[in-house]
């Protein structure tokens, strides 16, 4: 069985789902002020002021248990308050698998009432975190063996969950759909990936699928969220594969291609589609230094794109300003190497955040924001 890893989605029919009713006791928001040491694991932005942030107190590496908390602000982290969360525990990567499906490790709202905590298990809420129902998504999902939620989105009145069924006998995963405002789950289709990428721009959406030998497939695409395409897509290379989805709008979408060497060490291309991704051609390609942990693109503003890579020192992003034809590196905060960057999301031509680390990780858990672009980031303080 793989190693389950959340993928955060920067929101640039069959198999109902169910409820199982509530998920524990959650009650209203609770008093202003975050305890020192919160320590954050995903974010949700819904703007450059209003967001969440799932993370955990007190946390530590080798301690497999750790109590789920949600922190949100309304005025671009200035100031914080917990948000209801029901009695959940944090998902423990370097645990047991099998054990954890009600555990969860990412965050998204849709907006300031309808959210999600999910990775592996679900949970939803349509009264800001007041109340949370647990959501049982049925099919051939199995939860006893590592199957669950593993990313979301949310945009344009729709929720989205990629989900793999059973990671334990390796089937493949699949893509359901909600209302926000409901738990009206079902699957989309019956489109499959190996593992796969998603991303959503308004009403638009796409499904990249790699084969079982990472090449890449195909890239199933909507523009209204409802009515799909299947188009050709190949990584450039014959062990490439679909590493990451930035829309620029919802015909302007940049998708990177990925072949990890080892050593911290992965070749990158990115890839420009001008038709909703019906066709796209080769940009160039990004620095090998580094594992891809982030792939993001400022809203209608195609040029400037960021790469998130982890290394064994410290972690930094790639940018560029001109379309991937040249690449700086920026440094960000860092508690040491290999650690884990993401949720990586602008909110604006200007306002991005990133979570770097996380509360198991041995070292530092920090929330990051720019306001220039993505040029310099900076902590936030809780």
């Known amino acids: 069985m793989h190693r389950r890893v959340t993928r955060i989605i920067c929101a640039a029919v069959a198999g109902a789902l169910i409820s199982l009713g509530p998920a524990g006791a959650?009650?209203?928001?609770?008093?202003?002020?975050?305890?020192?040491?919160?320590?954050?694991?995903?974010?949700?932005?819904?703007?450059?002021?209003?967001?969440?942030?799932?993370?955990?107190?007190?946390?530590?590496?080798?301690?497999?248990?750790?109590?789920?908390?949600?922190?949100?602000?309304?005025?671009?982290?200035?100031?914080?308050?917990?948000?209801?969360?029901?009695?959940?525990?944090?998902?423990?990567?370097?645990?047991?698998?099998?054990?954890?499906?009600?555990?969860?490790?990412?965050?998204?709202?849709?907006?300031?009432?309808?959210?999600?905590?999910?990775?592996?298990?679900?949970?939803?809420?349509?009264?800001?975190?007041?109340?949370?129902?647990?959501?049982?998504?049925?099919?051939?999902?199995?939860?006893?063996?590592?199957?669950?939620?593993?990313?979301?989105?949310?945009?344009?009145?729709?929720?989205?969950?990629?989900?793999?069924?059973?990671?334990?006998?390796?089937?493949?995963?699949?893509?359901?759909?909600?209302?926000a405002g409901t738990n009206a789950w079902a699957r989309v289709g019956t489109m499959t990936a190996a593992q796969a990428v998603f991303a959503v721009a308004g009403r638009a959406a796409w499904f990249a699928s790699s084969t079982e030998t990472g090449r890449g497939e195909y890239v199933w695409a909507t523009a209204d969220g409802v009515h799909w395409n299947k188009y050709p897509f190949s990584c450039p290379g014959a062990y490439y594969q679909p590493a990451g989805i930035a829309p620029v709008s919802p015909s302007h979408v940049l998708f990177l291609c990925a072949f990890p060497q080892g050593m911290f060490q992965t070749e990158k291309q990115v890839l420009l589609s001008v038709n909703g991704g019906r066709t796209e051609h080769l940009i160039g390609p990004a620095p090998m230094r580094g594992d891809v942990s982030g792939f993001a693109v400022l809203p209608d503003r195609a040029k400037m794109i960021t790469i998130a890579v982890v290394t064994p020192g410290p972690d930094y992003l790639y940018r560029s300003v001109n379309g991937g034809k040249t690449w700086t590196r920026v440094t960000v905060p860092h508690t040491g190497g290999g650690v884990s960057l993401s949720s990586l999301c602008y909110v604006s031509p200007a306002v991005g955040w990133m979570v770097i680390g996380g509360p198991f990780g041995g070292g530092e858990s920090l929330l990051l924001r720019t306001t220039d672009a993505g040029a310099t980031w900076y902590q936030v303080r809780f």
């Open 26 to 179: 959650a009650g209203p928001a609770q008093a202003a002020g975050l305890p020192a040491g919160f320590q954050p694991m995903s974010a949700s932005f819904l703007s450059p002021s209003s967001g969440f942030v799932l993370g955990g107190v007190g946390c530590t590496h080798g301690n497999p248990v750790c109590r789920a908390r949600l922190a949100a602000t309304t005025d671009g982290g200035a100031h914080w308050h917990f948000a209801g969360a029901p009695d959940l525990l944090l998902f423990y990567g370097a645990g047991d698998l099998l054990t954890q499906a009600p555990r969860v490790s990412g965050v998204v709202f849709a907006n300031s009432r309808d959210g999600w905590l999910y990775g592996p298990g679900l949970y939803a809420t349509h009264d800001g975190g007041a109340h949370w129902q647990r959501i049982s998504l049925g099919g051939n999902i199995v939860p006893s063996l590592g199957g669950g939620v593993t990313a979301m989105a949310a945009s344009a009145g729709t929720a989205w969950a990629v989900v793999d069924p059973d990671p334990f006998h390796g089937l493949a995963d699949e893509l359901y759909r909600s209302p």
